[in-house]
């Protein structure tokens, strides 16, 4: 067991690098929105415009992303989970891949939760890895490994500080949800997460488990709108 975790820390070290020194997240919590995560001035990261900044949350837009992603995890633990997934991705980027190929590390390493029907259930997470823009379109396949394409996408964000734990995760997906509702944006959230085998929310980790201050994570909600939507 020892050993395991020397090799996931060891891993998730070097795929996702120290950031800087500047203080940028209030404790644990998502007071503010707004903090490009400083990690990805050092690896590369999505890009997105920033269509709105609310009050606790702001809404983004990716125009367009592609990840690698593991199968669905059964878990209690979204921790867990993302341990387990995130050995087999960095085995991928690493070269255990159709192409022998290594891949640049990039950030973050998402997971998508499906929550249990009750506190003792496992609960279903699928955690990806950003594909770099020079692996696209046709990166190399894994076995247990999928792509995922995301055409242009809405997001409603909030981000948080320290190191993420099952107990957080919960409260800041709430606490992001009741930030959007009665706005403009609620009806395309709500739409988005009324299909039974819908993502409930994404856990976005940007940081080496290593680093204990400047830690940026975020909740993210995906949506669609309708086109010719005006803000």
């Known amino acids: 067991m020892a050993a395991f975790n020397n090799l996931f820390n060891l891993s998730f070290l070097l795929s996702l690098l120290s950031s800087s020194n500047l203080s940028l997240l209030p404790g644990n919590h998502g007071e503010k929105v707004g903090v490009f995560p400083p990690t990805c001035n050092r690896i590369e990261c999505p890009s997105y415009d920033v269509i709105h900044t609310g009050n606790g949350f702001e809404i983004r837009r990716y125009n367009s992303t592609m990840w690698i992603s593991t199968s669905p995890i059964d878990d209690i633990s979204l921790v867990g989970a993302t341990r387990t997934a995130f050995l087999r991705l960095f085995g991928y ?32 997470f699928v955690v990806s890895f950003y594909v770099p823009k020079e692996n696209q379109p046709n990166p190399p396949s894994a076995k247990g490994l999928h792509v995922q394409k995301w055409g242009p996408t809405y997001v409603a964000v909030r981000q948080f500080g320290g190191f993420v734990n099952d107990d957080q995760v919960g409260e800041e997906a709430a606490s992001l949800y009741a930030s959007v509702a009665g706005t403009i944006w609620s009806d395309a959230i709500d739409k988005s997460y009324s299909g039974e085998n819908s993502t409930e929310y994404i856990v976005a980790q940007y940081n080496s488990p290593f680093e204990f201050r400047n830690r940026v994570n975020e909740i993210w909600l995906t949506f669609d709108m309708e086109d010719g939507f005006a803000i």
């Open 93 to 124: 980027i690493q070269g255990n891949n159709s192409n022998k190929q290594k891949i640049e590390m990039t950030a973050p390493v998402i997971t998508e939760v499906k929550p249990s029907d009750g506190p003792f259930c496992a609960s279903s």
